[in-house]
Every structure is written in C-alpha cells, then in structure tokens.
Nanobody, 115 residues
C-alpha cells in the first residue's frame, strides 16, 4: 500500500453533501501544499482545491463556494467537504501534494452524483 489513502466517496443525489478524507503515511507538514484532485474517464486529473502550510487555499472556479478543503498536520490528514453537489462533480477524487507531485498516487475515492 502506498502512502496515501482516500475515503469518504459514495453516491448522492444532486444537492447532497460528502466529506472526503485523505490519510497520508508521511508528515504532511513537510509539504508546502496539499491538494484534492479529480479525474473522469478520458480526461486529465485536475486540481480541485489545495491548502498551504501558510493557511492559504485555492479552489477551481467550478467548486468555489461549494467545496472546503482543510488539513490537520498533526494527524496527517486532508479533508474535502463537498456541498451542493452537482452531477458534473462525478469523478474519482485523489489527494496529493500541490502543485508538484512527490507522493505515489492512491487509489482514489469514487464520487457519483445523480440528477
């Protein structure tokens, strides 16, 4: 098993919420930024949100106001609270460093939003 384990995905109806969790078997305070990415079949993996050690956050325009990223360096975890989910949020979600990737990708967690 690699150093990253994502969980919390599932199937929800549009408008619903999910909270994703990412546990990293490394000290994440070593990394300037941690991010959540998502990928749909046939497309590239895109950065959805990231969180810096300095407390700064960045969000893709498509999720601003709906998703919230947080990190707990003491527990080496990163969370993604997803509210007001839309069918276009359907994807496999991954976490890793941002913007440069240093860790082996995990298996991801599937999020499916039905209309």
């Amino acid at each position: 098993q690699g150093p990253i384990l994502e969980s919390g995905g599932g199937s929800v109806q549009a408008g619903g919420s999910l909270r994703l969790s990412c546990t990293v078997a490394r000290e994440i305070n070593r990394f300037k930024r941690m991010g959540w990415y998502r990928q749909v079949p046939g497309k590239e993996r895109d950065l959805v949100a990231d969180f810096g050690r300095d407390g700064s956050t960045n969000y893709a325009d498509s999720v601003k106001g709906r998703f919230t990223i947080s990190r707990d360096d003491a527990k080496n975890t990163v969370h993604l609270q997803m509210n007001s989910l839309k069918p276009e949020d359907t994807a496999v979600y991954y976490c890793n460093n941002s913007p440069n990737i240093f860790l082996t990708w995990g298996q991801g967690t599937q999020v499916t939003v039905s209309s």
